[in-house]
């Protein structure tokens, strides 16, 4: 068994949230994509990111692949606080 625990991935709800927190900060709802710059990669997840992970662990090449949780947040859960 195993799972994907992913970081903030571009779905429509952190989309809408991320152009409210734009509007507020910037004034400027499509400056939402600048609100992720702190992230590692200076971006959201993208969902076919998540996909394609989800494809590879169901297939053969994962068959080694056993009892552990993918963390698939482009390196935020283990950058440095103080990063």
Same mark, same amino acid.
């Given at each position: 068994?195993?799972?994907? *625990?992913?970081?903030?991935?571009?779905?429509?709800?952190?989309? @809408?949230?991320?152009?409210? *927190?734009?509007?507020?900060?910037?004034?400027?709802?499509?400056?939402?994509?600048?609100?992720?710059?702190?992230?590692?990669?200076?971006?959201?997840?993208?969902?076919?990111?998540?996909?394609?992970?989800?494809?590879?662990?169901?297939?053969?090449?994962? @068959?080694?692949?056993?009892?552990?949780?993918?963390?698939?947040?482009?390196?935020?859960? @283990?950058?440095?606080?103080?990063?």
């Amino acid at each position: 068994m195993v799972g994907i *625990n992913p970081g903030p991935v571009e779905t429509d709800r952190l989309v @809408s949230q991320a152009k409210i *927190n734009a509007d507020m900060e910037f004034g400027d709802e499509e400056r939402w994509r600048e609100t992720h710059k702190a992230l590692p990669g200076g971006r959201a997840g993208r969902p076919e990111e998540m996909g394609w992970l989800a494809a590879y662990l169901a297939s053969d090449r994962a @068959s080694w692949v056993s009892g552990t949780i993918i963390m698939a947040d482009g390196g935020q859960h @283990s950058r440095s606080a103080r990063a």
